[in-house]
């Protein structure tokens, strides 16, 4: 599907980034690799054009993408938020950045880089597209309308994104313009194999210890094609598993024949539980329909909500409390 034109939105982005001197990036809460690909090719470009660069974050780098950049993420309590001139939050700009947006000042120009629908927060520019595969695929199309040179580097950041938001290809937006894309980001020397390997074919023994309690726990509900598991704080605890090691549980579970979409409750801090939803584009399920019922949001494909509550194990299952 084609992108939504953005032209003049790219060249007014353009003109406030000339305009700027320093420039903060915001990658979303518990950052997957498209806000981190995002932010760190776009600070690779602005700092390449002699503007002072920030990428924050409220939560830290995951380890996995360490082996990728010399780049860090700054905790926002640790800058002057009202130094910017300018603030760029790329994906799921609604996850985090609405925390600091307070703090800035007025003088500062917002820019929203996004592929979430639904977005209620507003900014001074606003460049959505649900229809992208990714933050990544906007930013290559803004770095092309303004004859942006495209290093390594930022190929492989920019790659990162879009393996990360299309599943290594498999999900329904792998689009022709993605594999379009892809293709020129391998001209430039993003490395496909490395990142899949980095990404996908390292997991910890704690990973896959956590992963076997999920899908040992897991259970069909024939009636609406539902397969649903639960990870509680002790699960993670005793494996000495990290929240980041759930992130592929859902995916995997909707692998599994007759089952329509799939659902994982986690325990996280403070009382908190999260329920991460997914499905796949044949089998005609909109998960986003379920998030926005508990308060959540996100895709037709991959959704998520948090909900306050306990998860008990009981006889034959679990139960919220
Ligand atoms: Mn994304």
Known sequence: MPMKNFSSEFNTLSYIISKSKKILLFAHSNPDGDTIGSVFAFKEHLESIGKTVDTACNDPLPSYLETFTKYSLEFPERLDLGSYDAAIACDSVEHGFNKIMPSLEEKTVTVFIDHHPDITASADVAIIDPKTSS????????????????????????????????????????????????????????????????????????????????????????????????????????????????????????????????????????GVIKGSLRSEEYKGVDVSKIAHQFGGGGHKLASGFEIKGQIIETQDGWKIV
């Open 135 to 270: 933050a990544c695929e906007i930013i290559y199309e803004y770095f092309i309308s303004q004859n942006i040179n495209i290093t390594k580097n930022m190929a492989t950041y920019l790659m990162i994104g879009i393996l990360s938001d299309t599943g290594n290809f498999q999900h329904a937006n792998t689009t022709t313009r993605v594999m379009e894309i892809s293709s020129d980001l391998l001209k430039r020397g993003a490395s496909v194999s490395k990142i899949i390997q980095s990404t996908l074919a390292n997991k910890k023994m704690s990973t896959l210890k956590l992963w076997g309690r999920a899908f040992e726990k897991a259970k069909i509900n024939p009636a609406n094609g539902l397969i649903a598991t639960v990870l509680t704080s002790k699960d993670i605890s005793e494996c000495n598993a990290t929240t980041e090691d759930i992130g592929q549980v859902a995916s995997i579970l909707n692998t599994v024949p007759g089952t329509k979409f799939a659902l994982v409750l986690s325990e996280r801090e403070n």
